[in-house]
């Protein structure tokens, strides 16, 4: 039995990066489940044509901005506080670097440090502002990658910002165990943040983001505990 009993409550996710690839894909999913879905992402003409699509599912909030905007978050917690509880924050939203990437002796700190602002900082302040309305059971997904395991020469941007997020995430897991947190490997997928990082090359071979979601959907309503997962490993019907 999963926490989600739609009959009697309407879950509610925050998506962030959710105008393309794997955020939109799964909130794809989950608006043709009748979740009720809070999206965000940078663009706005994208995230708009995004909450056109997701509508004819389900109740559907977009709000552009940056997630590394303290006033951006708090206008996503607002939108939470008007439905009360979150049931599912996805950690998303990051950025590669520079495009191609570049070896860290030669990699721009300023750059470097938007990189861990965006993919290690806004995650936990997202948490942090979302969590008055995360009650017990609640699930927490960041995103993450094999290049925060693998050492990929010229990811050492990328990589280790995942490699931070992945600890972080490990610490709050024990620092929280009320709620379900997971760090998700959703594997090579063919989108523009990839093709960003082989310019030029043809990623046409890699998998669709939908590829990735079944894993994901498995750990927001199985009973996985807290950790790091392959979304490729998992599939809804399996069990921990």
Do not use: C
């Not at 879905?37 to 699509?53: H, N, P, S, Y």
């Not at 997971?182 to 090579?188: A, K």
Request: hydrophobic fraction near 40%; avoid cysteine; charge should be negative.
């Amino acid at each position: 039995m999963t926490i989600h009993d739609t009959s009697s409550h309407q879950p509610l996710a925050l998506i962030s990066g959710a105008s393309r690839g794997l955020g939109l894909a799964l909130a794809r999913d989950l608006a043709q489940r009748d979740w009720h879905l809070i999206i965000d992402a940078r663009g706005e003409t994208a995230l708009q044509e995004a909450k056109t699509e997701l509508a004819q599912w389900t109740q559907v909030e977009a709000l552009a901005g940056d997630v590394t905007d303290p006033a951006h978050r708090a206008a996503l917690a607002h939108a939470v506080e008007r439905h009360g509880n979150l049931d599912l924050l996805v950690n998303n939203a990051s950025v590669l670097g520079p495009s191609p990437q570049p070896f860290l002796l030669d990699y721009p700190l300023d750059v470097l440090e938007q990189v861990y602002r965006t993919n290690v900082l806004t995650p936990l302040a997202l948490i942090q502002a979302m969590r008055p309305y995360l009650q017990s059971g609640a699930r927490i997904l960041n995103i993450t990658s094999d290049a925060g395991v693998e050492a990929y020469p010229g990811w050492g941007g990328y990589g280790s910002s995942k490699a931070a997020l992945e600890q972080l995430s490990h610490v709050l897991a024990a620092e929280q165990e009320a709620w379900r947190i997971y760090w998700v490997d959703p594997g090579d997928m063919r989108t523009q943040m990839h093709q960003e990082a082989f310019p030029g090359e043809d990623i046409s071979d890699r998998p669709l983001p939908e590829e990735s979601v079944p894993g994901l959907y498995a750990l927001i309503t199985g009973t996985y505990p807290s950790g790091r997962y392959s979304a490729h490993a998992l599939t809804p019907e399996g069990q921990a």
